[in-house]
């Protein structure tokens, strides 16, 4: 088959594939994950009392002794999980994860394997409780975050790699099997007495401790639990974070389950006192181009240490969800169908003939161009604002030495009087579009 050929059939197989193919990857209960794909992050913990950074105790470089006030003066009297329920859902997030335990290995519930746990602390409550008996009224979805590094017990191999102290202090008894069955007891203990989990988000396993026991109990308790591959073995979905993965930014689709976790705050997981946020514009285009490429994102804010919510960040997840709240229909129950245009600065989404197409960079004029279609949508709007847009399929010099040399274009956007930050442009079609595979002709000489 030709190259031309080849093109022509791998888009007729894009637009062919029936979107029951995206409902979900694991076909069991863990599916909720493909319908669910825009989640909260929640980092929280002692490192909120000092208000710098969620790794303040490696990062600081402090010894147990230095770190150990914070547990003293952690009493988070206005923590009020239905409240971060609310602007979560105000955000249109749909499950949120939260922090077990960091690589400090404070406790957020109360285990029976450690004191340093929350009933410990002048707060004296289980907060995983309460956020678990919030989620389960309101049918949000809770997931459990848990570090396995941990500086505070003492049977954990510390060798001054990163999340661990520089060195055992005295009295540890650095002991891996003693270690991991401390964790295999703690994982048992959130798996059997917070009702049902759907979902556990291993992090820190500086070890390369390989074990599949562990994510096989948390398969046997709870049964729905999607489980991420910074554990001991390779899990069920990949977890790209910030704008580190090179791949986010390259693939037209993923071919295999994934959730980017990103920050609101530059600086910090945890609650920062003088945070420096990301803009609006970064934000909308990082979850845009994720979720349009089929993944799942897990967007943090850090409470403040007495259990609510700074003003800045839920300003942000406010303003988040406004924007979400306008163009979901172009993010959710819809595929990947962005292999239907050469343009990659854009990405394509798709259901039944109408595509959907997402700005994830700063247009540099006001048209989008989407060789190789060539035919006319019947309608085109604005999905942000519901305002008509002009297309039409024209000659372009840009396109000279290829056969034909037109393609849809989508012209006049009002791109100096706004923000096009999070833009998406509808484009309904009475059938679905044809494509037409641009040939090179061959260059001209001057």
């Known amino acids: 088959m030709t190259r031309r050929g080849l093109l022509q059939a791998g888009l007729a197989a894009a637009l062919a594939r029936p979107l029951a193919a995206w409902a979900g990857p694991f076909r069991d209960g863990r599916d909720w994950f493909a319908q669910k794909r825009f989640g909260l992050f929640i980092h929280w913990g002692l490192y909120s009392v000092a208000g710098w950074h ?41 499950y949120l994860t939260f922090t077990t335990k960091h690589v400090d290995g404070f406790c957020l519930w109360d285990t029976k394997q450690t004191d340093y746990n929350i009933t410990r602390t002048p707060y004296g409550k289980d907060a995983l409780a309460l956020l678990a008996a919030a989620c389960h009224r309101r049918k949000f979805p809770l997931c459990l975050y848990y ?7 003492p049977n954990y191999p ?30 048992r203990e959130l798996c059997s007495n917070y009702g049902e989990i759907h979902g556990f988000w291993w992090d820190a396993n500086v070890l390369k401790h390989r074990d599949p026991a562990l994510n096989a109990l948390i398969r046997q308790l709870q049964p729905n639990a999607v489980i991420n591959n910074r554990g001991c073995d390779e899990g069920d979905f990949g977890t790209p974070e910030r704008d ?46 994720v979720l349009a490429k089929g993944g799942n994102y897990l967007l943090n804010i850090g409470p403040k240490p007495d259990g609510t919510i700074d003003g800045q960040s839920a300003a942000i997840l406010r303003r988040i969800g406004t924007w979400f709240g306008a163009v979901r229909e172009s993010l959710l129950g819809v595929e990947p169908a962005s292999a239907l245009t050469s343009n990659r ?17 700063e247009p540099e004029t006001a048209s989008v161009f989407l060789p190789p279609l060539v035919e006319l949508p019947r309608r085109a709007t604005l999905l942000n604002t519901g305002e008509a847009v002009a297309c039409d399929v024209s000659d372009l010099p840009r396109l000279h030495n290829q056969t034909p040399n037109r393609c849809l274009r989508v012209k006049h956007l009002p791109i100096n009087d706004r923000s096009t930050a999070g833009w998406v442009l509808k484009l309904e079609f009475a059938q679905l579009p044809a494509a037409a595979s641009p040939v090179k002709k061959q260059e001209e000489t001057k």
């Open 345 to 361: 600065e854009v990405a394509l989404t798709r259901r039944g003939n109408t595509l959907f197409v997402h700005l994830i960079k």
């Open 147 to 153: 570090s396995l590094a941990d500086m505070h017990h």
């Open 244 to 289: 580190w993965d090179s791949s986010v930014n390259t693939r037209l689709a993923f071919e295999k389950p994934i959730e980017a976790c990103q920050a609101v705050g530059y600086q910090s997981w945890g609650w920062r006192e003088d945070e420096d946020y990301y803009s609006d514009a970064h934000l909308l285009r990082s979850i845009q181009k």
């Open 54 to 94: 969620e790794q303040h105790m490696y990062r600081k470089q402090l010894t147990r002794a230095g770190y150990a006030p914070l547990m003293q003066q952690f009493n988070p009297t206005q923590f009020n999980p239905d409240a971060w329920l609310d602007l979560a859902e105000q955000a249109g997030m749909q």
């Open 158 to 187: 510390t060798a001054g790699r990163p999340y661990e102290l520089r060195a055992p202090e005295p009295g540890d008894q650095p002991d891996l099997a003693r270690y991991m069955a401390f964790v295999q007891a703690q994982v």
